[in-house]
Structures are given as structure tokens and as C-alpha cells.
């Protein structure tokens, strides 16, 4: 059965950490993705990565990095986070050709 | 203009009703769409694949107008297990597989 797991659900940081947000596929996919889903504004793409150590840069990728060593983990960092980060993280897997995203069960973050 | 366009709602609609949702894009060289599903609290879904011929699962038929640049869910038989909020997708050729979201129409089916 398809799975793509996310480190925490629930996270709570303060302004100026640095926060790594973990994600894992096991299903061999050579796409990974993160998004940040807000209400009103639906799903937005911060990275993503078509293969290791390759990524790429989404629709809003200001105050984040991303890192990918090995095939199936696929990691989101806020370098310095800030209250406008708050917001739901969903990590997403697929494969290679157009074809259908799988997604984690999301992290909420909360940033004080 | 968002590239992906859905009306929010919600959609309140009596359980066995029928119910329709459109979903209008921007970028003319979209090349697929998708229908996901997102219950409350939880990650999104595939639903289906939307086909220029159309194209039906079960209760759901998905339609794809290119000329006029819309796609269309039909729910046919509403259950309540069907409230949700449902997500129209795009993919752009040669993307990397990669999708824009619409903000998702919320329906609520009811006794």
C-alpha cells in the first residue's frame, strides 16, 4: 500500500528557529513535493525535487530550502521561521511521469 | 486571474440530489487535470482523472471543455459520505508532473 509519512503532525516553534520538517515515500517515487495549504488559498507549491540531490523551486519558495540525500526523504526547512509560516505542510510523492500525487498526512505548524 | 478557478461555496445539498461542480483555468497549453478529494482534517485524494471524452466512475462523471477552458464534476446519488471538499488540478506538459490546485469546493450532502 502506497505510503508517504510526515515527521510530526502537530509542531510549535518561536520566531527565528530553524525547523526541519521530515518526510519519507516508500514507494520508489523519484518525485517528491512539499506544499503549504492556507484557507482561502488552497495548496501552494514551496519545492520539489525530480530526483536526489536535484530541486527545483515552486510558486513560492521565499524563506524555505529543501534538501533531498537519498531517493525517499524529502526534507523542508525554514532557515529563521516567522509567524507567517504558520500554516499546514503537506509532502507529497509521485512518480516519474504525469501521474498521481500521493500525499502525507500533513504537518500543522504553528509559529509564535 | 488564478490559473485554477473553483467556486468555494459550500454546496449544501439533500442526501440523493445530484450536484455539479466547474472549475475554469488560465493557461491554455494545460496539458491534464484531476479531480482530488480532501475530507476535513486530512490529505488529498485522487478522485479521477478528467479525459477530453469524459469520463465516468460510479456516481462520478469528470468533463473536460478545452474551447472554453473548464472542467466538471458530476455527483450523481449524493451520499453523506461525499461531503467533502473537492479540488480541481492542473498539469502543465513537460511540468515534471508538476500541479496546481484550486482552492477546493466544499460540499456538504444532508439528511
Known amino acids: 500500500d502506497v505510503k508517504v509519512t510526515q515527521s510530526s503532525r502537530y509542531l510549535v516553534k518561536r520566531t527565528g528557529e530553524k525547523v526541519f520538517l521530515e518526510c519519507v515515500q516508500d514507494m520508489d517515487h523519484e518525485n517528491m513535493f512539499w506544499y503549504r495549504q492556507d484557507p482561502g488559498l488552497g495548496l501552494r507549491l514551496i519545492y520539489f525535487?525530480?530526483?536526489?540531490?536535484?530541486?527545483e523551486k515552486g510558486d513560492i519558495p521565499e524563506g524555505y530550502s529543501v534538501s533531498r540525500e537519498k531517493k525517499e526523504r524529502f526534507s523542508l526547512i525554514l532557515e529563521s521561521a516567522s509567524t507567517n509560516q504558520t500554516s499546514m505542510y503537506l509532502c507529497?510523492?509521485?512518480?516519474?511521469?504525469?501521474?498521481?500525487?500521493?500525499f502525507g498526512p500533513g504537518t500543522r505548524l504553528t509559529v509564535l | 486571474r488564478k490559473e485554477v478557478e473553483q467556486d468555494p461555496g459550500p454546496f449544501n445539498v439533500p442526501e440523493g440530489a445530484t450536484v455539479a461542480f466547474n472549475c475554469t483555468y488560465s493557461?491554455?497549453?494545460?496539458?491534464?487535470f484531476f479531480w482530488y478529494r480532501q475530507d476535513c482534517r486530512k490529505e488529498p485524494k485522487l478522485l479521477m482523472s478528467?479525459?477530453?471524452s469524459g469520463n465516468e466512475d460510479g456516481r462520478f462523471t469528470a468533463q473536460l471543455n478545452r474551447a472554453s477552458q473548464y472542467i466538471s464534476l458530476l455527483i450523481r446519488d449524493s451520499k453523506l459520505s461525499d461531503s467533502a471538499t473537492y479540488l480541481c488540478?492542473?498539469?502543465?506538459?513537460?511540468?515534471?508532473?508538476?500541479?496546481?490546485f484550486g482552492t477546493g469546493t466544499q460540499l456538504k450532502v444532508e439528511l
Open positions: 525535487s525530480y530526483d536526489v540531490k536535484m530541486k
Open positions: 493557461n491554455s497549453a494545460s496539458q491534464s
Open positions: 507529497a510523492s509521485s512518480r516519474a511521469s504525469p501521474d498521481t500525487q500521493y
Open positions: 478528467v479525459y477530453s
Open positions: 488540478v492542473r498539469g502543465l506538459t513537460g511540468g515534471g508532473n508538476k500541479l496546481t
